[in-house]
């Protein structure tokens, strides 16, 4: 692991308090808007037009991965160009190239994140992460904080589009905003404070957490077929892709082993669900995923042996469709 400070690459180690992980916090946080006007962070300047912007991701963060399904689901492909990093870092973090699954820098030309990241502040300060939202016009970041990528890409563009699903509609949007509360401390981020943790306290804290939001979760989507009611929402895609990955990296790489996925009725029939809208699957690369944490991840795995399991078909039939036959019958 690593960051850049005042510009220059450091190693170092991860941050940790008490022996508890802590995340630091996304610094560039500009919004693009339909018209340039500020965005929900008070900040703004970047209008939303076709071909300007470019997003940096890795198939393998799931942070990165909620941004390219929204750039998937709202049939943005020729608004938003993309670059994905190779799945194993360098001696610098993230890495273009197409030797493992990843593609060249088309917007920069660049062969590392880290010089994107120097070329918005020669001066950066910070985890050289993904995803990053780019603006070619201006070659500065605008974003990258993955919660607020997405919120862009739901209604920003939706002049360049014919897609114009709401994942996050006003009228849902306090019940979304509770749920994702509890979904991203204890799972989203749940996963990397046990896996990350360096006492037996703080891993047993979160391990726990994570499988009590899971109970939870089990038995509201026993009652619905998705977080907030009967449509798909942000909550469901936010969740995904911690739940896509569990059972294949977090279950034994983060020792998050109390039980997995699979194991939950609801909870892996709902991850088949989401899993099967077209386009999402495509979005989904387990190679690369298992690849990035056993193989780079040294801190947690220093042998970096990849594990050849486990199997898992996600296009397996689900049960969901029950909840609109529920609903056909009360109507």
Not at 273 to 293: C, F, M, R, S, W
């Amino acid at each position: 692991m690593g960051q850049l400070v005042e510009g220059q690459w450091q190693e170092d180690t991860l941050r940790t308090t008490n022996g508890r992980f802590v995340r630091p916090s996304s610094v560039f946080r500009n919004f693009v808007t339909p018209d340039g006007s500020p965005g929900p962070t008070g900040k703004g300047g970047f209008k939303a037009e076709p071909g300007r912007y470019h997003l940096y991701i890795s198939l393998a963060c799931p942070w990165a991965h909620r941004t390219l399904i929204f750039r998937t689901l709202k049939k943005l492909d020729n608004v938003i160009s993309l670059s994905i990093t190779e799945p194993l870092y360098g001696k610098t973090g993230w890495e273009f190239g197409t030797a493992r699954g990843g593609t060249l820098d088309e917007a920069n030309g660049k062969k590392t994140l880290a010089e994107i990241y120097l070329i918005a502040d020669p001066r950066y300060t910070g985890r050289v992460s993904v995803p990053v939202l780019w603006d070619k016009r201006e070659r500065t970041i605008v974003n990258n904080e993955s919660s607020e990528i997405i919120r862009m890409f739901n209604s920003a563009f939706d002049a360049f589009t014919n897609e114009h699903t709401d994942y996050y509609p006003a009228s849902l949007r306090a019940e979304i905003d509770a749920i994702n509360e509890i979904i991203y401390p204890n799972v989203n981020n749940g996963v990397y404070r046990a896996g990350f943790a360096t006492s037996q306290e703080a891993y047993e804290e979160a391990a726990r957490g994570i499988f009590a939001t899971f109970d939870q979760l089990e038995e509201r989507l026993s009652r619905q077929r998705y977080l907030v009611g009967h449509r798909i929402t942000e909550a469901d895609w936010r969740l995904f892709t911690t739940l896509v990955r569990f059972d294949s990296v977090y279950h034994g790489h983060f020792k998050c082993n109390l039980r997995r996925v699979a194991d939950y009725h609801n909870l892996s029939n709902y991850l088949r669900d989401l899993y099967q809208v077209p386009g999402v699957a495509e979005t989904v690369n387990i190679p690369q995923i298992k690849l990035h944490y056993y193989g780079s991840q040294r801190q947690v795995n220093p042998t970096g042996i990849v594990p050849i399991g486990p199997e898992i078909d996600f296009s397996a039939p689900h049960d969901r469709n029950r909840f609109m036959q529920r609903r056909a019958a009360h109507a």
